[in-house]
């Protein structure tokens, strides 16, 4: 019922910048909440920043200062800007929206990925 397609991951030297996208589509009524997870190899999924409809945005420790997380509510669209990016930021980024569509239900959507990869 409710479609994520990312966009902006690739290849970036540390110290330098990217931006990833994500727009939401679909029945949507409500979006609670919009954020971007990452998963490196071998590691779990953890949380990189997620912005509330209602409350500000929050932020891993690891990235503070260095990501933005802002939304494009008209477009029901998340970025992430990515700034001073390191070897450690290396990971697949997945985006994630939660709400209610149309009919009331919750809903919990994931983007399909996008690899990030900050090497020489």
């Known amino acids: 019922q409710v479609q994520l397609v990312e966009s902006g991951g690739g290849l970036v030297q540390p110290g330098g910048s990217l931006k990833l996208s994500c727009a939401a589509s679909g029945s949507i009524s409500v979006i609670d909440a919009m954020g971007w997870y990452r998963q490196a190899p071998g590691k779990q999924r953890e949380l990189v920043a997620v912005v509330a409809s209602y409350d500000g945005a929050e932020y891993a420790d690891s990235v503070k200062g260095r990501f933005t997380i802002y939304r494009e509510g008209a477009k029901n669209t998340v970025l992430l800007q990515m700034k001073s990016v390191q070897p450690e930021d290396t990971a697949v980024y997945f985006c994630?929206?939660?709400?209610?569509?149309?009919?009331?239900?919750?809903?919990?959507?994931w983007g399909q990925g996008n690899e990030v990869n900050v090497s020489e």
């Open positions: 994630n929206v939660k709400g209610k569509v149309n009919t009331g239900s919750f809903y919990d959507s």
